[in-house]
């Protein structure tokens, strides 16, 4: 459900998983609060064109989780990149995430290169996972 909401690429649908004073730390950002992840998540897909992703878990105990994800999107200049990472995840009682700590890295790709081919939004069911690409 998470890959799915952030495939959507929807602010306000992915900010609501989240409490209202969540804190996260993104690369070198570090939005505190619901409003400042909806505004964080608009600037990020504004400059993060065509963006697919995908999730793929890897660890969890009691309410916390382990994921790791690639995503791939370009520029306004067309560059393609793929983005890779991972992420740890705290869950309140109310199922609301709490805190969101992400580790990414760029890597500019040409676009031949790209393995996300799907329509924007959700990734079909078919569609391979990260451990299936050897990613």
């Known amino acids: 459900m998470a890959e799915d909401a952030w495939n959507s690429c929807d602010p306000e649908r992915v900010a609501m998983v989240y409490t209202e004073n969540t804190c996260w730390r993104n690369r070198v950002e570090f939005p505190v609060g619901r409003e400042s992840v909806r505004q964080f998540l608009r600037r990020k897909w504004a400059r993060e064109l065509d963006y697919r992703l995908i ?3 890897w660890s969890f105990d009691n309410n916390r989780i382990a994921v790791r994800f690639a995503y791939e999107w370009h520029d306004d ?37 790209r393995k996300f081919h799907w329509s924007l939004g ?9 451990s ?3 990613l």
């Open 55 to 57: 999730k793929e878990l």
């Open 77 to 113: 200049a067309g560059q393609w990149y793929r983005s890779y990472g991972n992420e740890n995840w705290e869950f309140n009682q109310e199922g609301l995430m709490q805190y969101r700590f992400a580790s990414i890295n760029d890597l500019p790709i040409e676009a031949t290169a």
């Open 122 to 130: 959700r990734r079909p069911d078919n569609h391979p996972g990260l």
């Open 132 to 134: 299936d690409l050897g």
